[in-house]
């Protein structure tokens, strides 16, 4: 089993920035793809960034691309997102999820692994 533990998320001012970050552990020579998805009060949960094993590849939903930037640590079994310029519309709560297939996607009933979630509330 894979476990995904989600920090960094707190009250910020419109245009500040904030890192997230996921820890994974367990077995997690399992993990390809890492991602992360938000859910904000009344929308469905949606795709924020993805990237793949070896951050060779990585994909960005419209509303946060040169904004945020999605990495990851294979070494420390870490996955983050930094997020610039951020807007009220950015608050959510977000979601790490990781994938054992390869599949760098934004659909999220591929994902296999999910975390329980990291509040972010921007104030305009």
């Known amino acids: 089993q894979v476990q995904l533990v989600e920090t960094g998320g707190g009250l910020v001012q419109a245009g500040d920035s904030l890192r997230l970050s996921c820890a994974a552990s367990g077995r997690t020579v399992t993990l390809d793809v890492m991602a992360w998805f938000r859910k904000a009060p009344g929308k469905e949960r949606e795709f924020v960034a993805a990237i793949n094993w070896s951050s060779t590849n990585s994909k960005y939903a419209d509303s946060v691309k040169d904004r945020f930037t999605i990495s990851r640590d294979n070494i420390e079994n870490m996955c983050f997102l930094e997020m610039n310029d951020l807007k009220a519309d950015d608050t959510a709560v977000y979601y790490c999820?990781?994938?054992?297939?390869?599949?760098?996607?934004?659909?999220?009933?591929?994902?296999?692994?999910w975390g329980q979630g990291t509040q972010v509330t921007v104030a305009s």
């Open positions: 999820a990781a994938e054992k297939d390869g599949m760098l996607v934004t659909f999220s009933h591929v994902y296999d692994y």
